[in-house]
């Protein structure tokens, strides 16, 4: 009897260590589980896409090793919409664009508006319109006119303000921009001031007085717009009319104001 006694309480003892590492493995492989199972929701909440401090997306998926994001996300990026079609989805947006680098064709940032700084493309609609490039200088002479000019100030206290810009055609339609010293609309130079100063010449590709080049859609075309400015103008805004010719002749088009600060 007493040898029985002690294997009974021999044999309770290691069942009571069997059941107490039995109930500490449950417990660890439910604390796994429970880990595993937040990081799995963490991921499936969406992880931030950001650039240039800006959040794009917050729903970036893990999936197979790689980041996914969702396609109305890229769509509103790019300023556009996700569309269904026939053969699967296309980004819209206001216009048709050669360029896929994300950036502006002078190699700035691009947004949409009627306002915008130096180096940045304003998207309208019709145009893109961007200020590359701001100098001064007590003459000029001429970089794209398919005749020969030397620009010079109005009178022996101003001087030349020489404003290089790129136009971009964003419709679907062959167009040609007004670029008019007689016909200018709301074209000018504004100071800190409140002064305006009005356009004085174009360095342009045509030698028509009133019109830009014939441009395809998504072309672009470089020109530089010339002011004649007092020595001691601090410059504060370029005011530019963007005009089909001639269906926005004469009150049309799109007037944009370009931060011209440094």
């Known amino acids: ?41 963490a991921i499936q909440a969406g992880t931030v896409l950001t650039m240039h401090g800006k959040t794009l997306s917050s729903g970036v998926k893990l999936i197979g090793g790689h980041a996914y994001v969702p396609l109305v ?16 989805y296309e980004i819209q947006t206001e216009g048709p664009s050669d360029d896929t680098s994300g950036g502006a064709a002078g190699g700035g940032t691009a947004v949409k508006g009627t306002k915008g700084a130096i180096g ?35 009178g022996p206290n101003e001087e030349l303000v020489i404003i290089h810009c790129k136009l971009k055609n964003a419709s679907k339609v062959a167009l040609k921009p007004m670029l008019s010293v007689v016909h200018p609309h709301n074209i000018a130079l ?16 045509v030698a028509n007085p009133d019109e830009g080049p014939n441009m395809l859609p998504g072309s ?27 269906d926005d002749y004469p009150d049309g088009g799109v007037d944009v104001r370009i931060s011209l600060k440094s």
């Open 1 to 41: 009897m007493a040898g029985s006694m002690v294997v009974n309480t021999a044999m309770l003892t290691n069942m009571k260590r069997f059941r107490s590492l039995r109930a500490r493995v449950l417990m660890a492989t439910a604390l796994a589980l429970t880990l595993v199972a937040a990081a799995v929701a």
């Open 73 to 88: 996300d890229v769509a509103k990026a790019f300023g556009g919409k996700a569309v269904q079609t026939a053969g699967g």
């Open 120 to 154: 940045q493309m304003v998207m309208t609609g019709k145009w893109s319109f961007e200020v590359v490039e701001v100098t001064r200088s007590a003459s000029a002479e001429s970089q794209y006119s398919p005749e020969h000019q030397t620009f010079m100030p109005s």
């Open 190 to 205: 504004a100071d800190d001031q409140g002064q305006s100063h009005p356009l004085m010449a174009f360095d342009k590709r």
């Open 220 to 246: 672009l075309t470089d020109f530089n717009a010339i002011f004649s400015v007092p020595k001691d103008t601090k410059l504060k805004d370029l005011v530019f009319s963007l005009q089909v010719a001639y």
